[in-house]
């Protein structure tokens, strides 16, 4: 197993202290239990959990190892690595398959705006605590943006959530949902709906509403909270197709190998742009799809395709 980032790196991102919307027994894999102190686990949680399992099964893990790309030689694909612990290093890899199973987290969807690469505006989450006192703006209307807006408000930041619907999504977690409507109404926390960000500068950020109006709402930290895409680059310099539109990598149903022999996707990746369609809870049974006799793979399949909940991140 090689990783960019940590073990379980796109957990290590989510916001500290999060809940799961996902019920323990729909994020085990391998038959190992998790371990939750309350009916869903939280993020300390489910990092505590992969680290066990990877241990318990004795996986090799080489973390803070970036795939950059791949080729076929032969009869293997062999697979280029560049190391960042230490002395940063190349180094090519040769193996009989090749799993992508790279996610999508991070690759932030950019809004494409003036302002966007300032240091006070992040596309992730982060500890609430670093808002206190500040005028945040929030943009988003899905779980990450609903929980930062609630965690800033409640480490004492004057928030504005900016959203381009007209509502928050009906994904969003339900017991966040409330809480959230009930801070709106109260005027605690600012909403801004059917907006779209022009500009943000060092001191605000521009907001058009639906009529065209254009707002300036001040802002000291800036979080667009707006979903993230798989490294469609790194597809493409590897050769795998990719469907118009949704850009979803074409590849066998049944074995989730891609058009380049010997290198196969799992996880939120095969679902291209649409990073919701596949979760933990329906993408955990790639591996067994890949790996597994025609008996499995269509057992595997099927337990996938149970899965219906959409998440709500
Ligand atoms: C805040 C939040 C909350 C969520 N809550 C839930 C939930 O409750 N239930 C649920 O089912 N899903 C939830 N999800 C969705 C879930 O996290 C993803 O669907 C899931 O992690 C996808 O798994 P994956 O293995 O496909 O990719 P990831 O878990 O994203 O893993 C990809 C890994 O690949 C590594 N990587 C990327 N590029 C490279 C490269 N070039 N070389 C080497 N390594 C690389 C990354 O560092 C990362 O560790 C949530 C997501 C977010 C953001």
Redesign the pocket.
């Known amino acids: 197993m ?4 940590a073990v ?4 290590l991102h ?2 500290v202290g ?1 809940t ?3 019920t323990p027994e ?2 085990e894999v391998g038959n190992h239990p998790v371990v939750s102190s309350g009916a869903r686990p939280t993020r300390e949680e489910a990092l505590k959990y992969y680290r066990g399992v990877a241990r318990a099964e004795g996986l090799r893990v080489r973390t803070y ?4 790309g791949a080729a076929r030689s032969g009869s293997h694909v062999v697979a280029e690595l560049e190391s960042a612990l230490g002395e940063p290093r190349c180094e090519r890899l040769a193996c009989d398959r090749l799993v992508l ?6 690759h932030p969807n950019l809004l494409q705006v003036p302002g966007e690469d300032l240091p006070h505006v992040s596309h992730y ?1 982060e500890e609430p605590h670093r808002t206190s006192g500040l005028d945040v703006v929030v943009v988003g209307g899905k ?2 943006a609903v929980e930062m807006a609630l965690g800033a408000y409640r480490a004492g930041a004057r928030v504005t959530l900016a959203y381009r619907g007209t509502t928050l999504k009906p994904s969003v977690k339900y017991w966040l949902r409330p809480d959230m409507e009930n801070r709106i109404k109260a005027c605690e926390i600012a909403a801004r709906w059917s907006s779209t960000i022009c500009e943000i500068t060092a001191a605000d950020v521009a907001l058009q509403n639906a009529v065209g109006e254009i707002e300036r709402v001040p802002a000291d930290l800036v979080y667009l909270l707006t979903g993230y895409h798989p ?1 469609f680059d ?1 597809f493409q310099r590897i050769g795998l197709e990719l469907e118009a539109g949704t850009c979803r990598p074409r590849y066998d149903p049944d074995t989730l190998e891609t058009t380049v022999s010997g290198v196969y996707v ?4 095969t679902a291209g742009r649409f ?1 919701s369609e ?4 329906n ?1 955990r049974y790639d591996g067994e799809r890949i790996f597994g006799d025609d008996a499995t793979r269509g057992d595997a399949a099927k337990r996938a395709q149970a899965i219906e909940r959409a ?1 709500g ?1």
């Open positions: 090689i990783d960019a980032g379980a790196n796109s957990i989510y916001p999060m799961f919307f996902t729909r994020l190892t970036q795939l950059t199973a790279t996610g999508y987290f991070e989450s779980n990450s490294d790194l799992a996880g939120s990746v990073t596949i979760f933990i809870e993408g998440p991140e």
